[in-house]
């Protein structure tokens, strides 16, 4: 298995532009994570699907972001507009839900600055 | 509100010299504690997950364990190939019977000299 791809791999962009990440689960998982690291914050949950359907978006910061999931193979974080204290490292993961097979898998993250 | 705790926030050790982590939580009936390992630039790798007090795993040189209250990652003569950041995350009961968000500590950094 490939395991979770995210694209891009960097993004650089100018306050104010929007922004588009990219994830693509591991075959067969049913949840997906999208999560932000940063020095000061540490890793953090944005927002959680459970079978394409946002079950927690309260870790979503502000209007500014969203975050959609067609299909079970694809789900994209958006933020518009962007700013320079969303520069962070973006972390989609994947799991099967339901004991004991809940642990998520990360994929090799986003680092977005926002200049 | 389920909080994790990580101890130290860095360690430096001698190849061969083991030492353990600690992982304090709080949380409203836990369901399960996860152990992730991640190396610079790359995302956490999965290495453990605990359900009970009193539960062990091992894998290699590592071994985790359970209580209560904390949890310990062992790590017995480590190498410098061990040098990483170790996370860990627990996770709460919930009404919703699916999958469950994750609550991160905010790791210790082990670097191990040769």
């Known amino acids: 298995d490939a395991g979770v791809i995210q694209s891009p791999r960097h993004e650089v962009t100018e306050m104010g532009q929007e922004v588009t990440l990219r994830c693509k689960p591991i075959?067969?998982?049913?949840?997906l994570f999208w999560y932000r690291q940063t020095m000061m914050r540490g890793l953090e949950l944005l927002i959680y699907?459970?079978?394409?359907?946002?079950?927690?978006d309260s870790g979503m910061p502000e209007d500014r972001f969203s975050a959609k999931m067609p299909n079970a193979s694809f789900s994209t974080l958006k933020i518009q507009p962007s700013e320079p204290r969303d520069s962070a490292v973006y972390f989609c993961?994947?799991?099967?839900?339901?004991?004991?097979?809940?642990?998520?898998?990360f994929g090799p993250g986003t680092r977005l600055t926002v200049l | 509100e389920d909080q994790v705790t990580q101890s130290p926030e860095a360690l430096r050790l001698q190849e061969g010299e083991s030492s353990s982590l600690n992982c304090s939580y709080t949380?409203?009936?836990?369901?399960?504690l996860f152990w992730y390992r991640q190396d610079p630039g790359k995302g956490p790798e999965f290495l453990f997950t605990?359900?009970?007090a009193g539960e062990e795993k091992e894998k290699e040189r590592l071994k985790a364990t359970l209580t209560k209250k904390e949890s310990f990652l062992h790590i017995t003569a480590p190498k410098p190939e061990d040098s990483a950041t170790y996370l860990c995350?627990?996770?709460?009961?919930?009404?919703?019977?699916?999958?469950?968000?994750?609550?991160f500590g905010q790791g210790t950094r082990l670097t191990i000299n040769p």
């Open positions: 075959s067969g998982h049913n949840s």
């Open positions: 949380v409203s009936g836990l369901r399960g």
């Open positions: 995350a627990v996770q709460g009961r919930s009404q919703y019977q699916g999958a469950q968000k994750l609550v």
């Open positions: 993961a994947s799991s099967l839900s339901g004991l004991p097979y809940n642990e998520q898998f």
């Open positions: 605990l359900y009970s």
């Open positions: 699907f459970n079978n394409n359907v946002p079950i927690d």
